[in-house]
Nanobody
Framework: QVQLVESGGGLVQAGGSLRLSCAASGGTFSMYDMGWFRQAPGKEREFVAVINWSGGSTYYADFVKGRFTISRVNAKNTVYLQMNSLKPEDTAVYYC???????????????????WGQGTQVTVSS
């Protein structure tokens, strides 16, 4: 059974930085593309970023380009999301997810991801 566990969330002031981690277990981590999503209160869960199995390709939502960086270390079964220049509108629960093998790499659909973590709260104060 695949398990994904996020960590690294917290409270930060606008303009600050956080690094989220997602540790995977129970599967062949290095064979799958991995993504980050977020869900703000009262809003739908939305795509943030995805990284391919080797770490050689990444794709971002427009609203995080230039501020967030997704990366991975396959030897540690971990994917990261470095978040810089945080804004109050980045406040949300952040989830990592494993992309299905049949999915298109740049798909932003939740339905293209088959395993999810429990989420980690990120709060950005103004």
């Amino acid at each position: 059974q695949v398990q994904l566990v996020e960590s690294g969330g917290g409270l930060v002031q606008a303009g600050g930085s956080l690094r989220l981690s997602c540790a995977a277990s129970g599967g062949t981590f290095s064979m799958y593309d991995m993504g980050w999503f977020r869900q703000a209160p009262g809003k739908e869960r939305e795509f943030v970023a995805v990284i391919n199995w080797s770490g050689g390709s990444t794709y971002y939502a427009d609203f995080v380009k230039g501020r967030f960086t997704i990366s991975r270390v396959n030897a540690k079964n971990t994917v990261y999301l470095q978040m810089n220049s945080l804004k109050p509108e980045d406040t949300a629960v952040y989830y990592c997810a494993r992309q299905s093998n049949k999915a298109s790499f740049t798909s932003r659909s939740l339905h293209e991801y088959d395993y999810w973590g429990q989420g980690t709260q990120v709060t950005v104060s103004s």
